[in-house]
């Protein structure tokens, strides 16, 4: 079992920074991969960044790529979202997930391929 715990959440305007955090309970958290998917009112959850067991191999959906870094530190139990030049689209509720990986250099990027979901932050972009 893991529990994953997301922060760092907020309102920040157009252009703005955040870094969101994802603490993960237990003793194997390099055991799994990690992912940062995102849902905005109405609309379905959306895959945002993976991350491998070790770190070694990152994937980004095309609509973050360049501006939002994805990256985890397996000795503090935690993955690490670093937003920059938001945009009002990028408001949405965001959520860290787990899966136990067999693969070094899985990124899953479905949300069904994933086991452990936090309970989601909330990020609003003012335009």
């Known amino acids: 079992q893991v529990q994953l715990a997301e922060s760092g959440g907020g309102l920040v305007q157009a252009g703005g920074s955040l870094r969101l955090s994802c603490a993960a309970s237990?003793?194997?958290?390099?055991?799994?991969?990690m992912g940062w998917f995102r849902q905005a009112p109405g609309k379905e959850r959306e895959f945002v960044a993976a991350?491998?067991?070790?770190?070694?191999?990152?994937f980004y959906a095309d609509s973050v790529k360049g501006r939002f870094t994805i990256s985890r530190d397996n000795a503090k139990n935690t993955v690490y979202l670093q937003m920059n030049s938001l945009k009002a689209e990028d408001t949405a509720a965001y959520y860290c997930?787990?899966?136990?990986?067999?693969?070094?250099?899985?990124?899953?990027?479905?949300?069904?391929?994933?086991?452990?979901w936090g309970q989601g932050t909330q990020v609003t972009v003012s335009s």
């Open positions: 991350i491998s067991r070790s770190g070694g191999i990152t």
């Open positions: 237990g003793r194997t958290f390099s055991r799994y991969a």
């Open positions: 997930a787990a899966v136990a990986s067999t693969g070094f250099y899985s990124t899953p990027t479905r949300a069904n391929d994933y086991d452990y």
